[in-house]
């Protein structure tokens, strides 16, 4: 009980004032560091406040002192019962090398399922067309329904200008940006329990789908291959990873087989979802510019060998990449935690 | 249905409570935040065309990218640089915290800020503000997913005592030791009432005005009784003022230095 508040107020003042002084310090320094003595110290003044507050609240008077105590301790609260990493320099190629592909294989459950689901919407889109062409002015998007793909090949081919001449950074430009925009929903849609990534990750199957059987039946493969190799290697698998990261939120979001809370889940997920995303992000960057200055060059511009051969190359390298980059520096840190937690 | 705070209890039993923010208050500051995005968008568009006297395609490509990063950017980097607040969140006074009190990191402010995509469908916000009226956190599906919450800090009006108190001699202050137990007594809600009648007294009926401050004194007379040379002739606006001149100032020092963050 305080019988003098005025009193206690006088004494305890420096030690808040303190407390704010190493919070202001850790909050505009992400890299600062302290000492074994300061830790000690600022734990000390984290108790001391928090026990001031305890006392504080029953009181009438200071409204405005019980406040300034509840926000020096919320903000000490945070820092020390803090058991994330602290986030501090950025280092991107670190980042795209080792964090991004070690997310990725991390999650490789919730990837193979992304990849089931477009399968199978690939699936139901080549069969509608098939067995039923009219569906083709349902499951092809972007004008692909207008004209067989055959007489599409002959006037691409027949082309003697180019068409997208002065035009190819804005259409790589909006590539780019309509693809980034589809994969964050596609991850967004994570909260609807997957449903939304599900329907998204089908869709785009279909429409995949059905535009390969299309161009195959009409025995137009060399140039499908050639025209959606150099974007397609890296653009679909990007639309896949992001599925995988909508489908790992609805995972999280659903918790089956798990005893931790939502918010354990949620927390849990949370770094490798921005991960993934800026991953699918770099990614498309790269093949809006080879879609918009590549893909939609035909022969006798360029050979569909050398379009196919350089969409197999990178197909490769995006491969490898996704499962062996970072795969020394995971060993290695699982063999240290192994041995940390084996007390060896 | 939520409630107006989020209480946060500590390993060490201290519990502290975070105001939270309510749909509408959020929605006028995304609403700023939206005209802030204009205007950037607006100077970039004014710059962008002494571009595209260059290059025409160069400029159409650096504005459909920048309209994209800033559309999205705004925010994450905002919330980065400010600890969770963009311009229209210092406006109001608002700023996002992580929901268990921790320290907020990076990838939670994009995990909501990402998540906008679906809390903006079909128009308006309508799903995010519904989760938001819904929970009991007031959190839409960016904050559920990212672990956030978003709250209110009001700028606590200081009550200027001197103009209100000055002059006046505290008959209860000769009774230090009764002063002190009614401090202790008076809850903070009932000392807030007090406060507010006198500084809101002008704008009461006289009849309401009477009626009032005599309902007050009798609350507060019931807390602590003082002897009778310290109440006796004193009118019940007056008791009230010394009651409010004890629990607000201790001693005779000036109030504490406003030093909340």
Same mark, same amino acid.
């Given at each position: 009980?305080?019988?003098?508040?005025?009193?206690? !107020?006088?004494?305890?003042?420096?030690?808040?004032?303190?407390?704010?002084?190493?919070?202001?310090?850790?909050?505009?320094?992400?890299?600062?560091?302290?000492?074994?003595?300061?830790?000690?110290?600022?734990?000390?003044?984290?108790?001391?406040?928090?026990?001031?507050?305890?006392?504080?609240?029953?009181?009438?008077?200071?409204?405005?002192?019980?406040?300034?105590?509840?926000?020096?301790?919320?903000?000490?609260?945070?820092?020390?019962?803090?058991?994330?990493?602290?986030?501090?320099? !950025?280092?991107?190629?670190?980042?795209?090398?080792?964090?991004?592909?070690?997310?990725?294989?991390?999650?490789?459950?919730?990837?193979?399922?992304?990849?089931? !689901?477009?399968?199978?919407?690939?699936?139901?889109?080549?069969?509608?067309?098939?067995?039923?062409?009219?569906?083709?002015?349902?499951?092809?998007?972007?004008?692909?329904?207008?004209?067989?793909?055959?007489?599409?090949?002959?006037?691409?081919?027949?082309?003697?200008?180019?068409?997208?001449?002065?035009?190819?950074?804005?259409?790589?430009?909006?590539?780019?940006?309509?693809?980034?925009?589809?994969?964050?929903?596609?991850?967004?849609?994570?909260?609807?329990?997957?449903?939304?990534?599900?329907?998204?990750?089908?869709?785009?199957?279909?429409?995949?789908?059905?535009?390969?059987?299309?161009?195959?039946?009409?025995?137009?493969?060399?140039?499908? %291959?050639?025209?959606?190799?150099?974007?397609?290697? !890296?653009?679909?698998?990007?639309?896949?990873?992001?599925?995988?990261?909508? %489908?790992?939120?609805?995972?999280?979001?659903?918790?089956?087989?798990?005893?931790?809370?939502?918010?354990?889940?949620?927390?849990?997920?949370?770094?490798?979802?921005?991960?993934?995303?800026?991953?699918?992000?770099?990614?498309? +960057?790269?093949?809006?510019? +080879?879609?918009?200055?590549?893909?939609?060059?035909?022969?006798?511009?360029?050979?569909?060998? +050398?379009?196919?051969?350089?969409?197999?190359?990178?197909? +490769?390298?995006?491969?490898?990449?996704?499962?062996?980059?970072?795969?020394?520096?995971?060993?290695?840190?699982?063999?240290?935690?192994?041995?940390?937690?084996?007390?060896? | 249905?939520?409630?107006?705070?989020?209480?946060?209890?500590?390993?060490?039993?201290?519990?502290? #409570?975070?105001?939270? $923010?309510?749909?509408?208050?959020?929605?006028?500051?995304?609403?700023?935040?939206?005209?802030?995005?204009?205007?950037?968008?607006?100077?970039?568009?004014?710059?962008?065309?002494?571009?595209?006297?260059? #290059? *025409?395609?160069? $400029?159409?490509?650096?504005? $459909?990218?920048?309209?994209?990063?800033?559309?999205?950017?705004?925010?994450?980097?905002?919330?980065?640089?400010?600890?969770?607040?963009?311009?229209?969140?210092?406006?109001?006074?608002?700023?996002?915290?992580?929901?268990?009190?921790?320290?907020?990191?990076?990838?939670?402010?994009?995990?909501?800020?990402?998540?906008?995509?679906?809390?903006?469908?079909?128009?308006?916000?309508?799903?995010?503000?519904?989760?938001?009226?819904?929970?009991?956190?007031?959190?839409?599906?960016?904050?559920?997913?990212?672990?956030?919450?978003?709250?209110?800090?009001?700028?606590?009006?200081? *009550?200027?005592?001197?103009?209100?108190?000055?002059?006046?001699?505290? #008959?209860?202050?000769?009774?230090?030791?009764?002063?002190?137990?009614?401090?202790?007594?008076?809850?903070?809600?009932?000392?807030?009432?007090?406060?507010?009648?006198?500084?809101?007294?002008?704008?009461?009926?006289?009849?309401?005005?009477?009626?009032?401050?005599?309902?007050?004194?009798?609350?507060?007379?019931?807390?602590?009784?003082?002897? $009778?040379?310290?109440?006796?002739?004193?009118?019940?606006?007056?008791?009230?003022?010394?009651?409010?001149?004890?629990?607000?100032?201790?001693?005779?020092?000036?109030?504490?230095?406003?030093?909340?963050?």
């Amino acid at each position: 009980v305080i019988i003098d508040l005025q009193k206690f !107020i006088a004494a305890e003042r420096p030690n808040w004032a303190e407390l704010e002084k190493i919070l202001n310090r850790l909050e505009s320094e992400p890299n600062y560091q302290m000492t074994l003595e300061q830790l000690r110290q600022f734990h000390h003044l984290y108790e001391r406040t928090a026990a001031d507050l305890a006392k504080i609240t029953t009181f009438s008077a200071e409204p405005e002192t019980r406040r300034y105590l509840e926000n020096l301790v919320a903000r000490a609260y945070g820092e020390i019962h803090e058991t994330r990493d602290k986030q501090r320099r !950025i280092f991107p190629l670190k980042w795209f090398f080792q964090t991004l592909p070690q997310t990725f294989r991390r999650h490789i459950g919730a990837f193979y399922l992304s990849v089931a !689901i477009t399968l199978a919407g690939c699936v139901f889109g080549g069969v509608a067309t098939m067995f039923d062409p009219d569906s083709r002015h349902v499951t092809m998007a972007f004008g692909h329904d207008q004209m067989r793909p055959s007489e599409r090949v002959k006037e691409e081919e027949s082309q003697t200008r180019d068409r997208l001449s002065g035009q190819h950074t804005s259409f790589s430009a909006y590539l780019m940006t309509h693809n980034i925009k589809v994969s964050v929903f596609t991850l967004a849609l994570g909260m609807s329990w997957g449903i939304g990534t599900i329907v998204m990750l089908f869709y785009n199957g279909v429409i995949l789908g059905a535009i390969s059987v299309d161009y195959i039946t009409d025995g137009q493969t060399r140039f499908l %291959l050639g025209w959606l190799m150099p974007h397609g290697v !890296i653009e679909i698998p990007a639309i896949l990873i992001a599925g995988q990261a909508g %489908l790992v939120l609805a995972l999280a979001l659903i918790g089956w087989g798990k005893r931790t809370s939502l918010r354990a889940r949620l927390r849990d997920v949370s770094r490798d979802l921005a991960t993934l995303i800026f991953g699918v992000a770099v990614l498309l +960057v790269w093949a809006g510019f +080879v879609e918009a200055f590549l893909s939609q060059y035909h022969e006798p511009f360029i050979p569909y060998e +050398v379009k196919i051969a350089f969409g197999a190359v990178e197909l +490769v390298l995006l491969i490898l990449f996704l499962s062996r980059s970072g795969l020394k520096v995971e060993d290695t840190t699982g063999a240290t935690e192994s041995r940390a937690l084996l007390g060896v | 249905m939520r409630t107006s705070t989020l209480s946060i209890r500590t390993p060490e039993g201290i519990v502290f #409570s975070q105001l939270l $923010a309510g749909p509408v208050t959020r929605f006028l500051a995304w609403f700023i935040d939206g005209l802030c995005i204009s205007v950037l968008l607006t100077l970039l568009g004014i710059a962008l065309s002494f571009v595209g006297v260059i #290059s *025409p395609n160069f $400029a159409t490509a650096l504005s $459909a990218l920048s309209y994209f990063a800033i559309s999205i950017g705004y925010g994450i980097l905002l919330e980065w640089a400010w600890r969770g607040q963009t311009i229209g969140k210092k406006l109001f006074r608002l700023r996002v915290v992580d929901v268990e009190g921790m320290r907020l990191q990076f990838n939670q402010i994009v995990t909501r800020n990402l998540l906008r995509f679906i809390d903006s469908l079909p128009l308006f916000y309508l799903v995010g503000g519904l989760a938001c009226w819904l929970n009991r956190n007031g959190q839409r599906l960016g904050d559920l997913a990212a672990n956030t919450i978003v709250i209110r800090s009001p700028r606590i009006a200081e *009550p200027d005592l001197d103009q209100l108190l000055a002059g006046k001699f505290n #008959s209860l202050r000769q009774y230090p030791h009764l002063a002190a137990r009614l401090r202790q007594r008076v809850l903070p809600g009932e000392a807030a009432v007090a406060l507010q009648a006198l500084l809101r007294r002008d704008e009461f009926e006289p009849a309401a005005r009477v009626e009032l401050f005599g309902e007050l004194a009798t609350h507060f007379r019931s807390k602590v009784e003082f002897p $009778a040379d310290a109440t006796d002739g004193v009118a019940d606006e007056q008791y009230l003022r010394n009651v409010v001149d004890v629990i607000y100032r201790t001693g005779t020092d000036k109030p504490m230095e406003k030093v909340a963050a």
